[in-house]
C-alpha cells in the first residue's frame, strides 16, 4: 500500500533504499517491542556493570572489572538505539551540544581497554572508568533540558 501511495504521489524510491531505511530504522518495530529490548537491553547493561564491580576483587579482577563495565555502558548506550532507531541516536550523539561528551565517552571506552590489555596499567584502567562514570553521565544529562545548567550551576554554588 505504501509502495502505491508513493508511486500515486511521484515519490517512488529506490527498492533498496528502501529497505535499508527500515532496517536501519527502529520505528518499523512496534512500540512494545522496542520499549521491551530498551528494557532487556539497558537491564543487561546494568547487570555487566554491576558483575564487573563485583568480580573487581578476585585475582586478576581488574581485567574483567573493565571488560564488564565498558560492556555494560555499551550495552546501556546501545539501549536507546532501540527507543529512537540507530540513525537517529546516532545523529543525536553527534550534534554540537553533545560532541564533546560523546567524544569523550566513546574515547574513554576504547582507552579503558587498552590500558588492560596493551598497556597492563591498572590504575590508569580505574582511572578510565571514572571518566567512563563521568562521560556516560554528562552525556545522559544532556538529553534532560537545562539539566547541565542546573548541574553547573550546583557545582559553582558548592565550590564558592
Known sequence: ???????????????ELGLTAQVLDASTLSYS???KWFVICFAGGVLCSILGSALL?????IKLFAVFYTLGNVAALASTCFLMGPLKQLKRMFERTRLIATLV??????????????WHKKGLAIIF?????LAMTWYSISYIPFARDAVMKCFTTCLS
Open 105 to 118: 565517552m566513546l574515547l574513554c571506552l576504547v582507552l579503558t581497554l587498552c590500558a588492560v590489555f596493551w
Open 1 to 15: 500500500m505504501d509502495k502505491l501511495r508513493r508511486w500515486l504521489s511521484g515519490q517512488e524510491e529506490n527498492e
Open 57 to 61: 576483587f578476585l585475582p586478576n579482577g
Open 33 to 35: 517491542t522496542r520499549v
Open 129 to 133: 572508568c571514572i571518566l567512563q562514570f
